[in-house]
């Protein structure tokens, strides 16, 4: 899975086509990732100690990764990603395919 916990994206399909935010949780094991705000589902819970009253909350359900696309930040466009190792930095980045080679233009 190139989409991990941090990543913006932004919704390609779905009942939330449109909607972007940040990766809160990533489920590598059934590709798919909880992104904030997106995919609200309404949750009943029983009063218990710490909640007295019970009631309905509100979450984040998961969404399958082929529904989101990285998003370019600086492009303000979704994006495929690309993973880039280099061999100084142990960190990994995923710049935009579009933008990467913009920045090796230059």
């Known amino acids: 899975m190139k989409i991990k916990k941090g990543d913006k994206v932004k919704v390609i399909t779905g009942a939330?086509?449109?909607a972007t935010g940040e990766v809160l949780k990533a489920l590598p094991k059934t590709n798919?990732?909880?992104?904030?705000?997106?995919n609200l589902v309404?949750?009943?819970?029983?009063?218990?100690?710490?909640?007295?009253?019970?009631?309905?909350?509100?979450?984040?359900a998961p969404i399958h990764v082929s529904n989101v696309s990285f998003l370019e930040v600086k492009a303000k466009k979704?994006?495929?990603?690309?993973?880039?190792?280099?061999?100084d930095?142990?960190?990994?980045?995923?710049?935009?395919?579009k933008t990467a080679k913009k920045a090796d233009k230059e």
């Open 42 to 60: 309404k949750k009943n819970l029983k009063p218990a100690q710490a909640n007295p009253d019970g009631g309905a909350i509100e979450k984040e």
């Open 89 to 97: 930095v142990k960190e990994e980045k995923k710049p935009a395919k």
């Open 32 to 38: 798919q990732v909880i992104v904030e705000g997106v």
């Open 78 to 87: 979704a994006a495929k990603a690309k993973k880039e190792v280099k061999k």
């Open 16 to 18: 939330s086509k449109g």
